[in-house]
């Protein structure tokens, strides 16, 4: 009985189990995206009844507003869209993905795990130090964010916030590192690159834009900690003057905290999505029972878009004071990248078309990612050319944008993962994997598909009326003629359209809790599923690497592959699906045959 | 609630503010043009999906070229118009500075304020020093008084401009970095603690419209707004008189 602290301790939370670990991380995403949706109703709530008190807490002030405003998007960012989809279920599918039964340094996926968590622990702690959490937004500009003068929160809360994201970005090179070395070194024979699934090529790339984009992230938050603690002045031009502050230091430039931030900055979102592209791409597939329309064209597509990523960091800065030349070379690799995309878009199409899937709710998700990915998508042409950029930067078409794209694509993304691999999340040694509840996953999908259209669609709307991001207040402005005044007309004007968001925004957040029902319903009394429920071809329904294993001494058995995945015999009955594992030499000629003579 | 619905039907039909400004229209146009194609895009893309996802199961189709190929290379050529036709618009507006003869205004941010300054007589803008800056004592912008060309400069917490003549901005910002945005001139420019940008415009219409600041820069970011006054020219020479007339004595 004694020794059941250190048992438990060694089992459960420092074990170095990839599947573990995964579920764990998906944990602390389900925790932070409960937060960071609440915090976001909030703000909703704020912006059209700006005198409701919030319980326990009194009236939300501006600072209020904006502390919402920067642990919002930094809890969806990094521990939701970042975590849950390349950690999170990168480190619970992807070894059995590629046949292998371990990551390649378990120990430091064990670290980088709890680096991610104490990195949330800071970060949720920064909110109850003096002066509050920090109001600088995600992005963290100096010299608000240099300077503790520069307004509440930017002391010790700013503090906080820095080393939270320092400890992440080493968790993600650390896990990235992992990812990589896992992918390259532990495929099982016969895994050869062609035949990796198109989701592993997204935790692939994804991993190796973190390792430079994390890596320099975290170089710019030790120099910006410097600036603020050890008197340097990377960011801080001489004379710079905040509320009496005179800075008499050396000529910094905080431009150079904008190259840095958003070289991080732009390829962070194609590594929240790559993921979501690769599993859609998948499950299409699966459940049209189809090969995956132009493979190697998908496998060259995620990795242009992981390349041209790292290249347009710039079209986040065409007003901030970059050159104009520079501006228009942006918007040509910024543009440059809507062809890959738009070539998984066609890919999509082509998979689906007139294929009668399966409309599990799985393949729901997946279907309303390509249908957020298309709407969000379409928009960032628009936001690519500078001289539009002049009318709409951070104006609410910017938030409608990344909203869609990013957020809302990454969460059906998300979705569509937890409903297809419950099974696998599931499954122990003495049960079987369990299913979510189908029909409450229909009314989840159709629920959550309104709601996330009819949130961030009218954003646009109030976008182009003008309505600028990060106003902690449409009504109340002050100053000569306050509302009357020409920006109170411009802000008023926005009111109408904002209390239909907000509405939307409450119906999109209380959507989720049939979500949080049929977890909970599920994993208690979830029918059991079949070893292979889908029908996949991938590995990770392998019997071998089901924890919940038939076969006796499973962990020996030979894992190899002979096909790519997605082998679907349409013409014949609906189970003539071919698992990448199964040895079928006649088959597996007849393949070559077809592939050799198909013009891809 | 009627006049609500009203107003919110005619701000989805055209939600822009009014356009103002010489290079507005061609933007609005060239926005307008974006948004159609980006509707017309998001429709069929749309129809395509649901047509598949409706229609009887065929077998897979084969042509990569005229599935993927063709309309990588259409969606290619009409991002290259797009990003041409703005390019065009933007070379315009930021490859070259104004003409010699616009009007010069300093535009200065500060936490939570804009301050707007002109050269007075002598079209010289004197020193200014951060140590000197104390808006108590009517100094907000730090003039050095020691230097005779700042003796004539006139500040206003209102931006004034003729219509019909361009002018020549010059940002900078005090403590933060803040954007300086009048949606009405379709014009949007961070200013940098540090750095002086330039930005030029010509305001068309006489009237008032909003200043914003649209880069976070601290608790007061909402209420940092200021009001763009456009006058007749007649007008205007009037008012700079006066304002020569009350910065001399």
Redesign the interface.
């Known amino acids: 009985m004694r020794a059941f602290p250190n048992r438990f301790l060694r089992k459960c939370l420092f074990s170095t189990d990839h599947r573990i670990i995964g579920i764990q991380y998906l944990v602390l995403a389900l925790v932070s995206v409960s937060i960071g949706t609440v915090l976001s109703l909030l703000m909703r709530i704020h912006l059209v009844w700006p005198e409701w008190p919030l319980p326990l807490h009194g009236p939300i002030l501006p600072e209020d507003y904006l502390a919402l405003v920067t642990i919002h998007g930094t809890i969806m960012l990094f521990f939701v869209l970042t975590t849950a989809p390349q950690a999170g279920f990168g480190n619970l599918i992807l070894p059995s993905q590629i046949g292998a039964r371990r990551m390649a340094f378990p120990a430091l996926n064990t670290a980088s795990l709890w680096l991610t968590a104490a990195a949330l622990l800071i970060l949720l702690s920064s909110t109850f130090v003096p002066g509050g959490a920090a109001i600088s937004g995600w992005t963290a500009y100096p010299p608000l964010s240099a300077i503790a003068a520069a307004g509440p929160g930017q002391g010790t809360g700013m503090d906080l916030w820095l080393i939270s994201i320092a400890f992440f970005a080493i968790a993600s090179t650390i896990s990235s590192i992992n990812f990589l070395t896992t992918i390259i070194r532990n495929r099982c024979p016969g895994m050869t690159w062609e035949r990796l699934p198109l989701t592993v090529w997204g935790w692939f790339t994804a991993a190796l834009l973190s390792i430079i984009a994390f890596s320099v992230l975290l170089a710019a938050i030790l120099l910006l900690l410097c600036d603020r603690h050890a008197g340097t002045s990377f960011f801080l031009p001489t004379g710079d003057l905040v509320s009496g502050v005179l800075h008499r230091g050396g000529d910094g430039s905080p431009l150079l905290w904008l190259h840095l931030f958003w070289f991080f900055g732009h390829p962070e979102v194609y590594i929240a999505i790559l993921p979501g592209l690769g599993l859609t791409s998948m499950l299409l597939a699966n459940f049209s029972h189809r090969r995956v329309f132009a493979y190697r064209t998908m496998i060259a597509t995620t990795l242009l878009i992981g390349f041209l990523g790292i290249l347009l960091w710039g079209h986040h800065m065409f007003v901030a004071g970059l050159n104009p030349f520079a501006s228009s070379a942006f918007s040509v690799s910024t543009m440059a990248i809507a062809l890959p995309a738009s070539a998984k878009v066609l890919s999509w199409l082509a998979t689906t078309w007139r294929s009668r899937p399966d409309n599990t709710t799985a393949m729901l998700f997946a279907l309303g990612f390509v249908s957020l990915f298309i709407t969000g998508g379409l928009t960032g042409p628009i936001l690519a050319q500078p001289i539009l950029d002049e009318y709409l930067h951070n104006t609410f078409f910017v938030v409608a944008h990344f909203h869609l794209i990013m957020a809302m694509a990454g969460i059906f993304g998300l979705y569509a993962a937890t409903y297809y691999w419950f099974p696998l999340i599931t499954a122990t040694r003495k049960h079987p994997g369990r299913l979510l509840s189908e029909p409450l996953g229909r009314l989840h999908f159709w629920c959550t598909l309104v709601g996330a259209y009819a949130t961030f669609l009218p954003m646009h709307f109030t976008g182009l009326m003008g309505e600028p991001r990060h106003y902690a207040q449409l009504t109340g402005i002050p100053g000569a003629g306050g509302a009357l005044s020409p920006a109170g007309v411009l802000l008023a004007h926005a009111i109408p359209l904002n209390l239909c968001i907000t509405y939307a925004a409450i119906f999109l957040a209380a959507a989720q809790l049939i979500f949080f029902f049929n977890l909970v319903r599920s994993l208690r009394k979830g029918t059991y599923a079949s070893e292979n429920p889908w029908q996949a071809t991938t590995l990770e329904w392998h019997p071998a690497l089901n924890p919940f294993s038939p076969l006796p001494a499973s962990d020996q058995s030979e894992i190899s592959v002979y096909r790519a995945p997605c082998e679907y015999q349409p013409a014949q009955a609906n189970d003539s699906f071919l698992p990448q594992w199964e040895p079928d030499i006649l088959t597996q000629m007849k393949m070559k045959d077809a592939t050799h003579s198909k013009p891809e | 609630m009627l006049h609500?619905r009203i107003?919110?039907i005619a701000?989805?039909s055209w939600?822009?503010?009014i356009d103002a400004s010489a290079h507005g229209p061609a933007?609005d146009h060239?926005?307008l043009l974006?948004?159609w194609i980006?509707v017309t895009?998001?429709a069929l893309?749309?129809l395509?999906?649901l047509i598949?996802?409706l229609?009887?199961?065929?077998?897979?189709?084969?042509s990569?070229w005229r599935?993927?190929y063709l309309?990588?290379a259409a969606?290619?050529l009409l991002?290259?118009f797009?990003?041409i036709r703005?390019?065009r618009?933007?070379?315009a507006?930021?490859?070259t500075g104004a003409s010699l003869t616009a009007l010069q205004v300093e535009v200065t941010g500060v936490?939570f304020a804009w301050y707007f300054r002109y050269p007075g007589p002598d079209a010289t803008f004197g020193i200014t020093?951060?140590?000197l800056?104390d808006p108590g004592a009517g100094n907000p912008l730090?003039l050095d008084p020691t230097d005779p060309h700042s003796a004539d400069d006139q500040v206003s917490s209102q931006l004034v401009l003729p219509a019909g003549r361009e002018v020549d901005l010059r940002l900078r910002a005090?403590?933060?970095?803040h954007?300086f945005?009048i949606?009405a001139m379709?014009?949007?420019?961070?200013a940098?603690?540090?750095?002086t940008?330039h930005v030029h415009f010509t305001p068309t219409t006489p009237g008032?419209?909003?200043?914003?600041?649209?880069?976070?820069?601290?608790?007061?970011?909402?209420?940092m707004?200021?009001?763009?006054r456009v006058l007749p020219p007649g007008q205007f020479a009037t008012w700079q008189t006066a304002q020569q007339e009350a910065t001399i004595r």
Do not use: M
């Not at chain 2, 229609?55 to 084969?62: A, D, N, V, Y």
């Not at chain 2, 005090?174 to 970095?177: G, M, P, S």
């Not at chain 2, 940098?192 to 750095?195: F, I, K, N, R």
């Open positions: 609500n107003h919110l701000c989805i939600p822009l503010p933007l060239h926005l974006n948004l980006t895009l998001l893309a749309h395509i999906l598949g996802l229609g009887r199961r065929r077998s897979e189709p084969s990569a599935i993927e309309p990588l969606l290619a991002f290259a797009l990003t703005a390019e618009l933007w070379a507006s930021r490859y936490q020093r951060p140590s800056v730090g005090q403590d933060v970095i954007g945005s949606p379709r014009l949007k420019q961070n940098v603690p540090g750095q940008i008032t419209y909003a200043i914003l600041c649209t880069q976070l820069c601290g608790i007061g970011h909402y209420r707004n200021a009001t763009l």
